[in-house]
C-alpha cells in the first residue's frame, strides 16, 4: 500500500439542521438538530483515505484550543498519524457554522488557522515516509498556495506522486498560474464549477481539452452526473453516479478524492479508479457531515460489485 501524505486545512463544522428560518438581526430560531463534525477539505480526504485502509499522514495547523484538539482527536480516531499536525498557540482554529432549512442552506466561516501551513513546515524527512502527497483546497491555503509548485517540485524529486483538489475559490478570480502549476500536478481532481473557473469553459470537455497538458490526469467531478475525463484519443470518458439514499452531500466530492485515489495508487485502470471515486463519493452522503458515514473498502466493493 502507498503510504499517503496529506497536507492541508483543519476546522470543524457546526451544523445546525432543520432551522425554523435562517436568524434574522434580534431574532432566535431554534433547529431540530445539532452536530459538530470535521470539517475541512483536506481533513475529510485524509480521513476517508484511513477508512478504506490506506496509511494516512497528515501534515497542518490547528490552535491550542477545544476546536484544535477536536480535530486531531478525530484524526486519530480514523487512524490518520497527526505527528506532522502543529498546535500553535498564535492561532485559533478555524469554524465553519452551517444553517440549514428545509429548503436551503447558509453557511458562516471564520478562517482562522486555515491558511497558515506553508511548504517549509513540510520537509523532506516528512516527504521522504511517503509514496504520496496530497493538497485540498488551494484558494483557503494562503500561506500554502504561493509555494506550491515548490513543494511538488520537491515532492516528484523525492520520487512521491502528486494530486491537487483546487476547492472553489471565494474570491472568483481563478487566477492564471494553472498552466505552470499544473505541470507539477500528476492528478488533478476539481469538480465541475470550478473546471469552468478555471478554463473559462461552459462545457466539460472544452474546460479538459483547455486545462489539458499531456502529463497531468484531470479528473471532474459531476455530481449526480458522475465524474469525467479525457480519454487517449482526447474524446470525454465518462462514468455515471451511483444512486443512494443521500442525507447531506458535504464533502462528497473529498470522498470522491479518496476513493478514486485509493484505486488508482493501487494501479487500478482508469475506468476502475473513475467508479471507486463515485462509489465513495455516493456512499458518503448517507449522513450528517463528510465524515460519518464514508465507506470502508467492504462497502465500496459491494456497491460496486451490485451496479451493472
Same mark, same amino acid.
Given at each position: 500500500?502507498?503510504?499517503?501524505?496529506?497536507?492541508?486545512?483543519?476546522?470543524?463544522?457546526?451544523?445546525?439542521?432543520?432551522?425554523?428560518?435562517?436568524?434574522?438581526?434580534?431574532?432566535?430560531?431554534?433547529?431540530?438538530? /445539532?452536530?459538530?463534525?470535521?470539517?475541512?477539505?483536506?481533513?475529510?480526504?485524509?480521513?476517508?483515505?484511513?477508512?478504506?485502509?490506506?496509511?494516512?499522514?497528515?501534515?497542518?495547523?490547528?490552535?491550542?484550543?477545544?476546536?484544535?484538539?477536536?480535530?486531531?482527536?478525530?484524526?486519530?480516531?480514523?487512524?490518520?498519524?497527526?505527528?506532522?499536525?502543529?498546535?500553535?498557540?498564535?492561532?485559533?482554529?478555524?469554524?465553519?457554522?452551517?444553517?440549514?432549512?428545509?429548503?436551503?442552506?447558509?453557511?458562516?466561516?471564520?478562517?482562522?488557522?486555515?491558511?497558515?501551513?506553508?511548504?517549509?513546515?513540510?520537509?523532506?524527512?516528512?516527504?521522504?515516509?511517503?509514496?504520496?502527497?496530497?493538497?485540498?483546497?488551494?484558494?483557503?491555503?494562503?500561506?500554502?498556495?504561493?509555494?506550491?509548485?515548490?513543494?511538488?517540485?520537491?515532492?516528484?524529486?523525492?520520487?512521491?506522486?502528486?494530486?491537487?483538489?483546487?476547492?472553489?475559490?471565494?474570491?472568483?478570480?481563478?487566477?492564471?498560474?494553472?498552466?505552470?502549476?499544473?505541470?507539477?500536478?500528476?492528478?488533478?481532481?476539481?469538480?465541475?464549477?470550478?473546471?469552468?473557473?478555471?478554463?473559462?469553459?461552459?462545457?466539460?470537455?472544452?474546460?479538459?481539452?483547455?486545462?489539458?497538458?499531456?502529463?497531468?490526469?484531470?479528473?471532474?467531478?459531476?455530481?449526480?452526473?458522475?465524474?469525467?475525463?479525457?480519454?487517449?484519443?482526447?474524446?470525454?470518458?465518462?462514468?455515471?453516479?451511483?444512486?443512494?439514499?443521500?442525507?447531506?452531500?458535504?464533502?462528497?466530492?473529498?470522498?470522491?478524492?479518496?476513493?478514486?485515489?485509493?484505486?488508482?495508487?493501487?494501479?487500478?485502470?482508469?475506468?476502475?479508479?473513475?467508479?471507486?471515486?463515485?462509489?465513495?463519493?455516493?456512499?458518503?452522503?448517507?449522513?450528517?457531515?463528510?465524515?460519518?458515514?464514508?465507506?470502508?473498502?467492504?462497502?465500496?466493493? /459491494?456497491?460496486?460489485?451490485?451496479?451493472?
Amino acid at each position: 500500500m502507498k503510504r499517503i501524505l496529506v497536507a492541508g486545512e483543519l476546522n470543524v463544522d457546526l451544523v445546525f439542521r432543520d432551522c425554523q428560518a435562517f436568524p434574522a438581526p434580534g431574532r432566535e430560531v431554534l433547529a431540530e438538530d /445539532a452536530l459538530v463534525v470535521p470539517g475541512s477539505s483536506s481533513m475529510i480526504c485524509a480521513m476517508g483515505l484511513a477508512r478504506l485502509g490506506n496509511p494516512v499522514a497528515f501534515a497542518g495547523k490547528v490552535g491550542v484550543d477545544g476546536w484544535g484538539g477536536f480535530c486531531v482527536s478525530a484524526l486519530q480516531g480514523a487512524g490518520v498519524d497527526v505527528t506532522a499536525v502543529r498546535r500553535d498557540s498564535s492561532l485559533r482554529t478555524g469554524i465553519t457554522a452551517s444553517f440549514s432549512t428545509s429548503t436551503d442552506r447558509a453557511l458562516v466561516t471564520f478562517a482562522g488557522a486555515i491558511g497558515a501551513l506553508r511548504a517549509g513546515d513540510i520537509d523532506d524527512a516528512l516527504l521522504g515516509k511517503a509514496d504520496h502527497l496530497h493538497v485540498s483546497s488551494y484558494y483557503l491555503q494562503s500561506a500554502l498556495r504561493p509555494e506550491l509548485k515548490s513543494l511538488f517540485a520537491r515532492a516528484s524529486a523525492l520520487g512521491l506522486g502528486t494530486s491537487l483538489d483546487p476547492g472553489f475559490d471565494p474570491e472568483q478570480r481563478w487566477g492564471n498560474e494553472w498552466p505552470c502549476l499544473l505541470a507539477e500536478v500528476d492528478l488533478f481532481l476539481p469538480n465541475d464549477v470550478e473546471l469552468a473557473g478555471l478554463s473559462g469553459c461552459e462545457s466539460v470537455l472544452d474546460g479538459l481539452q483547455a486545462l489539458d497538458n499531456g502529463r497531468t490526469r484531470i479528473v471532474v467531478k459531476r455530481g449526480r452526473h458522475g465524474c469525467a475525463t479525457l480519454d487517449g484519443s482526447g474524446r470525454l470518458l465518462e462514468s455515471p453516479a451511483f444512486a443512494v439514499d443521500a442525507v447531506d452531500s458535504t464533502g462528497a466530492g473529498d470522498s470522491f478524492d479518496a476513493g478514486f485515489l485509493h484505486a488508482w495508487l493501487r494501479g487500478l485502470p482508469l475506468v476502475d479508479a473513475m467508479r471507486w471515486g463515485n462509489a465513495c463519493g455516493a456512499l458518503s452522503t448517507r449522513g450528517v457531515g463528510g465524515t460519518a458515514r464514508q465507506a470502508d473498502a467492504a462497502e465500496a466493493k /459491494a456497491l460496486l460489485e451490485a451496479a451493472p
